[in-house]
Nanobody, 115 residues
């Protein structure tokens, strides 16, 4: 079982930055992969970025060069640094953990980018 708690969302102007945090209830290196997904109104949930237990990262094309996923093992926390934000980045952002065959989700945090 893995509990995930997100924080860091909010309202920001286009071109600004936000950092999202996802605190996990267990050692993140024991989790196969963690990531961030987002869901905009009327759209399907989509992958934003992932990081494996080995440190490999993957990004959606739409955020490459602007977003960075990272982790702090001492805090069991995964971060999503979002720079050069655009109005189309507006969505609820969800933290995700894939552990063995199970998938876990956080409650989501709203990110709104104004133009």
């Amino acid at each position: 079982q893995v509990q995930l708690v997100e924080s860091g969302g909010g309202l920001v102007q286009a071109g600004g930055s936000l950092r999202l945090s996802c605190a996990a209830s267990r050692n993140i290196f024991s989790i196969n992969a963690m990531g961030w997904y987002r869901q905009a109104p009327g759209k399907q949930r989509e992958l934003v970025a992932t990081i494996t237990s080995g440190g490999s990262t993957n990004y959606a094309d739409s955020v490459k060069g602007r977003f960075t996923i990272s982790r702090d093992s001492a805090k069991n926390t995964v971060y999503l640094q979002m720079n050069s934000l655009k109005p189309e980045d507006t969505a609820v952002y969800y933290c995700n953990a894939l552990h063995i065959i199970f998938e876990y989700w956080g409650q989501g945090t709203q990110v709104t980018v104004s133009s």
